[in-house]
């Protein structure tokens, strides 16, 4: 089981070293290795969370999550991604931000550093969207009790997390303007770069996240039908509608992992740069991380580990909100790639640990464990 899901990661792990070796000597495979270790102890909530989406996918949709997902989290998040902030930012082609990047390295990153509070924004706006929506709705299941009974009956206000996010999108972009670094451009230009890219992200985060709820919703409602009128279902050919349903409730979700996987790409791309700036060792080590986030995925979906560990959803989420946070403050403070990662491991280890702690007092309890655990509500 642990080889099938994980195979593909160990195969892409030995080409990837290799291949730094052949590129840059010992030196480039220390690199490589170190970026692997770093990506995936900065998305280890992102594997939670992606888990929670992806259960509800059939097993042609986890198969495309794994290999056409891959491809656009690997190639494009972690090799053109980078390529693409040079090009719009300095307003150059795409072939000469690629020789840039290859020939130029230390302008290279001047422009994805000049490029950061705009990428920050965009991603610290989407994951705290995410983090909001899970923490104002009601669940059976509670982590923190004292906090999430109170926060669960203030979500019964209308828009109030794009109020939240608003609000806080807002504070954000002022206190830029107030302190902003002198890297040319005045205070309220890199204000509005802050408040236009938050917006976007955003918009990003309702568009994406509203498709794929409505045609869950819908694809949730023909089923029920079906259940209650199969035969008369049947006659009338309305399988093959249910099909189609699936098909594009399962393209929304895929859509929707893709932009969340973005969002959680961007800290590592970014503080990739704090360990080199070579755009190959970077999308090696980056891209070994993303395939062992994503065989994690499928390996939780298929263990059932978000059933039998209730609260690590929860503190994927917690740990969600903390990024979203130090994206944000990150507009204006450098903060240690080792700091975001340690935040969301102990996050995801705390509940990981309250989840066993659970498990133990049900099976002493004995029995009643079962249907609370059937009732334990997922997604975003």
């Not at 609000?167 to 890199?190: C, E, M, R, W, Y």
Request: with cysteine; aromatic share 10%.
């Amino acid at each position: 089981m642990l080889l099938k899901t994980f195979g593909w990661s160990f195969a892409v792990t030995a080409l990837g070293l290799v291949a730094a070796v052949f590129y840059g000597g010992w030196t480039a495979f220390g690199i490589v290795a170190i970026l692997s270790i770093l990506e995936i102890s900065l998305s280890f909530d992102n594997a939670v969370v992606n888990a929670g989406i992806l259960k509800k996918m059939n097993a042609f949709w986890q198969k495309i999550f794994l290999t056409i997902g891959i491809l656009i989290a690997v190639f494009g998040m972690r090799l053109v991604f980078p390529v693409v902030i040079v090009a719009v930012s300095a307003q150059l082609g795409p072939i000469e931000a690629v020789d840039l990047a290859l020939t130029d390295k230390d302008r290279y990153q001047e422009l994805v550093t000049d490029a950061h509070p705009s990428i920050a924004a965009f991603g610290g706006m989407f994951l705290l969207m995410i983090f909001l929506d899970f923490i104002f709705e009601d669940r059976d299941i509670k982590w923190l009790g004292w906090l999430e009974r109170p926060l669960a009956k203030l979500g019964k206000v209308d828009m109030l997390s794009v109020c939240i996010a608003l609000v806080v999108l807002l504070v954000s972009a002022i206190t830029f303007g107030a302190h902003a670094h002198q890297h040319g451009g005045t205070h309220a230009d890199k204000a509005e770069t802050v408040l236009l890219a938050g917006i976007a992200g955003l918009i990003t985060y309702m568009i994406v996240g509203g498709l794929s709820g409505y045609f869950e919703d819908k694809l949730e409602e023909e089923e029920e039908r079906e259940h209650e009128e199969e035969e008369a279902a049947e006659r009338a050919g309305k399988p093959k509608s249910a099909v189609k349903l699936a098909g594009k409730a399962a393209f929304f979700m895929f859509l929707y992992l893709e932009v969340l996987d973005a969002s959680f790409s961007f800290d590592g791309v970014i503080g990739a740069f704090a360990i080199t700036n070579d755009i190959v060792l970077m999308a090696l080590g980056l891209g070994i991380g993303a395939m062992y986030v994503r065989s994690l995925t499928v390996y939780l979906v298929r263990q059932g580990t978000l059933d039998d560990y209730v609260y690590l959803e929860h503190g994927a989420h917690y740990a969600i909100g903390a990024l979203a946070v130090i994206l944000l403050v990150t507009i204006q403070y450098q903060i240690n790639e080792i700091i975001t990662g340690l935040v969301g491991v102990v996050l995801i280890g705390a509940s990981f640990w309250s989840s066993v702690r659970r498990n133990k007092r049900l099976a002493e309890a004995g029995g009643d464990g079962d249907h609370e655990k059937a009732e334990v509500s997922s997604g975003v």
